[in-house]
């Protein structure tokens, strides 16, 4: 039945009937705050590029905590700045390592939040690559045991969920066998399923002084024009065992969210990344936009798109606005 019967803006008329047919409804059930930790005491530093986010220290980043639990937001997940980078990203899988400290004391404050840890070295390793080096590549089956042991590291500390994003071939299988080893079979595995190698994470890498030292990270993350080839990786992380799987990042890869939705049977997170949120927030600063609206407008299109969980800087100003 077309024009004139049908109408559609007589379901628009104003804001009441609009929110009746609304398909898509942003809840703060929805986020995972992303925080940055580093040692020492007191310390709240913000990062340039990332209005409103800090490099907190760990008496900090409870405090931080408390407020987003406050908020209703149920999980958090940590980016770990380590004291001393070397070869091998010792400090990552070390007892009294950054995220170890963070979370022993994220769990004692706050039980009921879920905290998430990265895996991965790059954050830990004086070259900035994820992975074990060697003839200047990343080594992927070495790097497989680097991983294993930080998950159970993370895992002894307190983590709720670990989450590698390192994009190594059989790192959840890895994590998975390492964990239900060491006693861990009740925590669940978040993967960076299909991670693109995106010019989009440069704030993250000025936040977390990630960048790597020579090279690039394109022989182990994906090629922004493949999709086929993303669910395929999404494929395999299911098979080897992976709870939740992500796509980093959401706003330029909703396609790639859309079809992991209608192709597989599992929750799926997708990761607002650093770009997308300082470009939001310089336009707005600029007056160029509404940020405002511009935020939510995102946040419910990566929604809309499949995704059940969004990790993004954006998680407290939102969830204040979804109050
Ligand atoms: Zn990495």
Redesign the pocket.
Known sequence: MAFPITRMRRLRKNENLRRMIRETKLSVDDFIFPLFVQHGRGLREEILSMPGNYRLSVDELVKECKEVAGLGIPGVILFGIPKVKDDKGSEGIAEDGIIQQALRALKKSLPDLIVIT?V????YTDHG???NIINQEVDNDTTLDWLAKMSVSHARAGADMVAP???MDGRVGAIRTALDQNGFSHIPILAYAAKFASAFYGPFRDAAD?APAFGD?RSYQMDPANGDEAIREVGLDIEEGADIVMVKPALPYLDIIRRVKEKFNIPIAAYNVSGEFAMIKAAGKMGWIDEERVMMESLTSIKRAGADLILTYFARDAAKLLG
């Open positions: 990265d991965c070295f790059c954050e690559h994820c992975g994003s390192d994009m990630s990270r």
